[in-house]
């Protein structure tokens, strides 16, 4: 249960990054030397990296598992 925790507050993680570059973007139009757009960017990365990590780690685990029903079919 608290690896499907994880994966949610990642994923909301890098809902909010994506949210606040575009902020950035929009506030700092007129300011090129600005990088918060470049920061938090790179931190959605860094964030989506783990997310997929988590991920990974839960099927690898056995924690997570396929139910849909067409997986057993392909």
Same mark, same amino acid.
């Given at each position: 249960?608290? @690896?499907?925790?994880?994966?949610?507050?990642?994923?909301? +993680?890098?809902?909010? *990054?994506? $949210?606040? +570059?575009?902020?950035?973007? @929009?506030?700092?139009? !007129? =300011?090129?030397?600005?990088?918060? $757009? &470049?920061? =938090? @960017? #790179?931190?959605?990365? $860094?964030? +989506?990296?783990?997310? &997929?990590? =988590?991920?990974? /780690? #839960?099927? /690898?685990? !056995?924690? &997570? *598992?396929? $139910? +849909?029903?067409?997986?057993?079919? /392909?």
């Amino acid at each position: 249960m608290w @690896l499907k925790a994880i994966i949610v507050l990642l994923f909301v +993680a890098v809902l909010a *990054s994506l $949210t606040s +570059a575009l902020v950035f973007l @929009l506030r700092d139009m !007129g =300011a090129p030397e600005s990088k918060r $757009t &470049l920061y =938090a @960017l #790179g931190i959605r990365i $860094t964030l +989506a990296a783990l997310l &997929l990590l =988590a991920i990974w /780690y #839960g099927f /690898y685990s !056995g924690i &997570l *598992s396929n $139910t +849909a029903p067409w997986a057993k079919k /392909y």
